[in-house]
């Protein structure tokens, strides 16, 4: 049994022209961003940067007031309390100051923000921020021999805390942490014994330890910014290209409006005249009203007859491809046998093989069910095949007509030759409308190039696949395959339940005994 597969096209990847455009346009638009940036980036990301600061510093505005707190408290053992209440309200004054700061900056308009001054105004605050806790930790008064722990601890906490909130303006950061950690170090270093020495190394560590986090969480938030932005643009390259299509597609909508309506129109206005060409020429060539005083007008009228039907075919076929290409060709479906209308389409254009000396082979195989698909358009594919089969064999070819099931459970029919062949880089050509091959050019019947697109738009109508295999000087064969949805399987014959039979029913048809049968 025959089988035919079906076969994937690859699709077309993205022109490098249009790539490389691309790119070169997005550097450009990033190294102008770079230069009107005061940070070296974005301008765009200048103010999420600042706002992101702003943003954190407002979330941890409670936990800032309890660790001020807590540390106002505990300092009090060493300092006293008013020493500690004067420390703790200096902070406290500074810490509003920030929050109001972040949100004047805010509540106003990006345009109307200056950046710069900004920055400057947030990298002050956190420089002032960080020197009152410097003061705390190193003042003078008070110094116990114990409080090199709490010193340790309360540094750490305020280096990671003054961190995290200010990861999106580095040099705030270094603002904030710089005195604080130099501070403590120093004091621990002037103390003289390798107990604190240890103590300053550790302080330096964990102030390295703590910028470089800060650091690459900058990094971090850097990079979501770039790929937030460059996800935006693509959006609006997608959106503006989704414009340019629609746009497209409108003006293609039009013109194939108008070209339908042309076609339409015109094919009225040309069968009209063509009907009283082909009657009057049929009359003349059949010389109805008598003979023709000179042989060769019988020859002329036959040419105009044929000339004619010609024409008429070629209007018809332009017809039916404008009505598949708008849509408005519509399939009458119904049950089919494919082989019975292969052979049928064999036997029409039997004689005309015959005549050009061209053998037909019929290879069906058997039994094979119907398929539902409109019976005319499968004539028309069919038709279509052969007679393009027919036009290019050479005398004495031969021709395969093959119907037969493919291998997923559809079917196929087709048409094999042992014509010129068509070149690869031409059968997309052919398969558009209007395409004729080089051996279609040279051939003395040309065609208008319309036979092979109609056949595969039907084919596509259908849900089937067609493909055109061809080697040069060797032959062509092209199929048609039809998919297994539109197989009509045989169905069983439905059994009818037999209603239930009540026990009065069953008794009055109990077969009775015979009177001779009783005598007996």
Known sequence: MSVVEDRDIPMPSEKPVAKRRRLAARSVRDARDRLTSTTGTRAAFDYELLRQFAQNRLSASLVILLLVGT????????????????WTASVLVIHAIIITKCRQFLNETPSSLNLRSWRMRFIMLDLFYGLAWMYNLIHPVGIDENSSTFMLFVMLLVVAVSSMMASSLPIAVIAATIPVSAAV??????????????????????QGYFTLLAHRLYSTMLATMVARAEKDALIGELEQAKA???????????????????????????????????????????????THAVPAYKDYSND?????????????????????????????????????????CHHLLKLRAQNRGINVHDVFEADLPRIWADERALRQICLNLLSNAIKFTPSGGDIWLKVGWTASGGQYMSCKDTGPGIPEEEIPIVLSSFGQ?????????????????????????????????????????????????????????????????QPEEAASNRPKRSLFRMRA
Do not use: C
């Open 437 to 501: 091959g080089s051996n279609a050019i040279k051939s003395a019947e040309q065609g208008a190039g319309l036979g092979l697109p109609i056949a595969k738009s039907l084919v596509d109508m259908h849900g089937g696949t067609f493909t055109l295999k061809s080697k040069v000087r060797i032959g062509t064969e092209l199929i048609a395959t039809f998919p297994p949805e539109r197989v009509m399987a045989a169905l069983p014959p439905i059994m009818e339940a037999a209603p239930p039979v």
């Open 244 to 290: 340019v299509s629609d746009d497209a597609r409108r003006r293609a909508e039009g013109s194939n409006i108008a070209k339908s309506q042309f076609l339409a129109q015109m094919s009225h206005e040309l069968r009209t005249p063509l009907n009283a060409i082909l009657g009057f020429s049929e009359v003349m060539k059949g010389e109805i009203f008598g």
């Open 185 to 206: 170090a120093l004091n621990f270093a002037l103390q003289g014994d390798l107990h604190n020495y240890i103590l300053a190394i550790m302080v330096i560590a964990a």
């Open 71 to 86: 540390v106002g408290f505990l300092s009090s053992l060493w300092t006293g309390a008013v020493m500690a209440g004067a």
């Open 304 to 344: 105009i007859h044929v000339s004619g039907q010609h024409l008429l075919g070629l209007i018809n076929e332009i017809l039916d491809l404008s009505r598949i290409e708008a849509g408005r060709y519509e399939l009458n479906e119904e049950p089919v046998s494919l082989a019975t209308v292969v052979e049928d």
